[in-house]
C-alpha cells in the first residue's frame, strides 16, 4: 500500500515552500521506506528553492536525516525493519573504476531510489535523492546507514550532510593529525565542524577566521585555539594575522568554509610551505581565481576539494556516532532549534540571517 504524507515541497523558483500531501510507494527491489524522525535544514535545501541546482521541479526537500527502517524491498539484505539509520547521498555502486581502485568514497555512479515519489500525481525531484522533510521518505538501501540508537535523531542526522562536509574536510581531506596547526574560513556548521574535526585530530593550533563575532564565538566552543575577525581587514592583514599565529610561517592545513575567490587566495597564501589548501565552500559558477603560477608550484603542497567531506557512510558514520555516545565528538552543540514541519520556510530565514547552527526539524 502506497503511503500518503505530509512533507515539505519547494514548487517553484523562489516561491516560498509549502507542505503537501506527498504519495511515497512501497519499495521496489534494492529500496526502502524510511519513517523519518529528524532532518536538519541546509543551505542546499535553501539553493534547490531558489533554483540555484537545476529546475526540476517540484523538488520534495530536506536531506540531512535519521529514521528507522519502515519497509524494505526485495533482495535488501543489509537492512531490517525497525534498524535506526542516517541517510546519504553517497550510496556507492561497486562497480565504477573508482569503487574497483579501493576508493569507493570517490564512487562516480552513486544512485538513488528508482521509484518516485509524487504530489498531485506529479513526481518530486527529492532533494540530493532524499527529500527527507516528510514523515516517510524512498530511498535506495545503500543510502540508509545503520548506526547506534541510542544517539538522539536530531544529532544523528546531522551527520547525513553539512557536519560531515566540516568533519571530513579536516579529517579526510586534509588528514589534520596531531600537532597540526589549522585555519578554517567561515564558523558556519560546516566551518564549526572542520574546527571540531581538527580538535578531535589533536590539532595544537585552531584559528578560526569570520566577520562575525558571534560565529566567532561559537567556534571557540568547538575548539579554535585562536579567532579572527576579518571585517575589517585586507587580504594582507589576514594572512599576516594568520602567520602571527604560527610562528611567522601559516598553517599546514587551511580550510575554506565558505567558496568565495577572496577568501580562498586568503587560505592560499596562509599556509606554510608544503601545506595543504582544502575547499569544502560551495563556489557559484560565475568565480575565478588567479593565482600566480609560480605560487602554486613554489609552495608545494597540495590544492585540494572536499566533496561531502570525503566520508564513506558504512565506514564513517557508525564511527563518528559512536565517538558523540562516547562523549569525544561534540555533536549536540549543532542543535541551534528543534522545530516542526511547518517551519521550514521560516528556519530558512534564520539561515540566511546567520542566526543559527542547525535547526532540525522534528518529525
Ligand atoms: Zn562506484
Ligand atoms: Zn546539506
Aim: hydrophobic share 40%; with cysteine; glycine share 12%.
Amino acid at each position: 500500500m502506497p503511503h500518503e504524507v505530509r512533507g515539505v515541497v519547494a514548487k517553484s523558483k523562489g516561491a516560498p515552500v509549502s507542505v503537501e500531501t506527498i504519495n511515497v510507494p512501497d519499495p521496489g527491489p534494492g529500496e526502502v521506506v524510511i519513517d523519518v524522525q529528524a532532518c536538519g535544514v541546509c543551505h542546499t535545501d535553501l539553493h534547490y528553492r531558489e533554483g540555484a541546482i537545476n529546475d526540476e521541479f517540484p523538488f520534495l526537500l530536506g536531506h540531512e536525516a535519521a529514521g528507522t527502517v519502515s519497509q524494505t524491498g526485495a533482495g535488501v539484505a543489509s537492512l531490517k525493519e525497525g534498524d535506526f539509520v542516517v541517510l546519504n547521498w553517497r550510496a556507492v555502486c561497486g562497480e565504477c573504476r573508482s569503487c574497483l581502485r579501493g576508493k569507493p568514497q570517490y564512487c562516480f555512479s552513486t544512485h538513488n531510489a528508482q521509484q518516485k515519489m509524487t504530489v498531485d500525481g506529479i513526481e518530486l525531484s527529492p532533494a540530493l535523492g532524499i527529500g527527507a522533510f516528510s514523515e516517510k521518505t524512498l530511498v535506495a538501501a545503500g543510502q540508509a546507514t545503520k548506526v547506534n540508537d541510542a544517539a538522539e535523531p536530531e544529532v544523528a542526522g546531522l551527520i547525513g550532510c553539512g557536519v560531515m562536509a566540516g568533519l571530513g574536510a579536516a579529517l579526510n581531506t586534509g588528514g589534520v593529525t596531531r600537532g597540526d596547526s589549522v585555519a578554517v574560513w567561515g564558523c558556519g556548521g560546516v566551518g564549526d565542524a572542520a574546527i571540531e574535526g581538527s580538535r578531535i585530530a589533536g590539532a595544537h593550533t585552531i584559528i578560526a577566521i569570520d566577520l562575525d563575532d558571534r560565529k566567532l564565538e561559537w567556534a571557540k566552543e568547538f575548539g579554535a585555539t585562536h579567532t579572527i575577525n576579518s571585517s575589517n581587514m585586507d587580504t594582507s592583514q589576514v594572512i599576516e594575522a594568520v602567520q602571527s599565529l604560527t610562528g611567522g610561517n601559516g598553517v599546514d592545513i587551511a580550510i575554506e568554509a565558505i567558496g568565495l575567490p577572496a577568501t580562498y587566495e586568503q587560505a592560499f597564501y596562509s599556509r606554510d610551505l608544503a601545506g595543504t589548501v582544502v575547499l569544502v565552500g560551495v563556489p557559484n559558477p560565475e568565480m575565478r581565481i588567479d593565482l600566480p603560477l609560480i605560487e602554486v608550484f613554489g609552495r608545494g603542497g597540495a590544492l585540494k576539494s572536499s566533496w561531502y567531506g570525503d566520508c564513506l557512510p558504512t565506514r564513517d558514520f557508525p564511527m563518528l556516532i559512536d565517538l558523540y555516545l562516547q562523549g569525544r565528538l561534540q555533536l549536540d552543540r549543532f542543535v541551534s532549534e528543534r522545530i516542526t514541519i511547518d517551519e521550514v520556510e521560516n528556519a530558512f530565514h534564520k539561515m540566511e540571517r546567520g542566526e543559527v547552527l542547525r535547526s532540525v526539524v522534528i518529525i
